[in-house]
T-cell receptor, first 116, second 115 residues
């Protein structure tokens, strides 16, 4: 059972380039999330999904896009990379809406992204 | 809007001693969850402890316990018998009971356990 897997672990992009951060989970969780963590800060929600085909914006969605074609995968797309998007990105999942009472959010190990 | 504040950017504690990390939050909700997450240098996010707001009893997990003061909107974490492996960033987080999209994290406290 791998849990939540994120790839790549590190990436350097040039301004204006695009890339996709991959996230996959093998726990059949319905809820998936993308967060960013800036230096010295907590996590901020970018996008989330409550199931295949359903996504919605979080706190800081500008400059990002997501899709959820399967339960397992929730990729995050950066179309025109900007220096302000330099951050560590975390993907997370939950079985369902009321699962916080008995199960924690499962996090991936993060992707460190630098935009130069 | 909900906010989470951690007023101690950095703390240190001697090994085997006890340390308390502070967290305050602001909300008009009556039902919600509070969490403490640990992030070691490996960057993994690890849930340390959770508290449901409707429960008066403070949550405890082994060496970790909380002091939940609902009226004061305070949620501190006490680590007893500190170990070197406790060195990490600690984040306090808030979530409304019925809102899976609104997990609000505090800015974190960097804890160093000194041998």
């Amino acid at each position: 059972n791998a849990g939540v897997t994120q790839t790549p672990k590190f990436r350097i992009l040039k301004i204006g380039q695009s890339m996709t951060l991959q996230c996959t989970q093998d726990m059949n969780h319905n809820y998936m999330y993308w967060y960013r963590q800036d230096p010295g800060m907590g996590l901020k929600l970018i996008y989330y999904s409550v199931g295949a085909g359903i996504t919605d914006k979080g706190e800081v969605p500008n400059g990002y896009n997501v899709s959820r074609s399967t339960t397992e995968d929730f990729p995050l797309r950066l179309e025109l990379a900007a220096p302000s998007q330099t951050s560590v990105y975390f993907c997370a999942s939950l079985p369902g809406q009321y699962s916080y009472s008995n199960q924690p959010q499962h996090f991936g190990d993060g992707t460190r992204l630098s935009i130069l | 809007a909900q906010t989470v504040t951690q007023s101690q950017p950095e703390m240190s504690v001697q090994e085997a001693e006890t340390v308390t990390l502070s967290c305050t939050y602001d909300t008009s909700e009556s039902n919600y969850y509070l969490f403490w997450y640990k992030q070691p240098p490996s960057r993994q996010m690890i849930l340390v402890i959770r508290q449901e707001a409707y429960k008066q009893q403070n949550a405890t997990e082994n060496r970790f316990s909380v002091n939940f003061q609902k009226a004061a909107k305070s949620f501190s974490l006490k680590i007893s018998d500190s170990q070197l492996g406790d060195t990490a960033m600690y984040f306090c987080a808030f979530m409304r009971y019925t809102s899976y999209d609104k997990v609000i994290f505090g800015p974190g406290t960097s804890l160093s356990v000194i041998p």
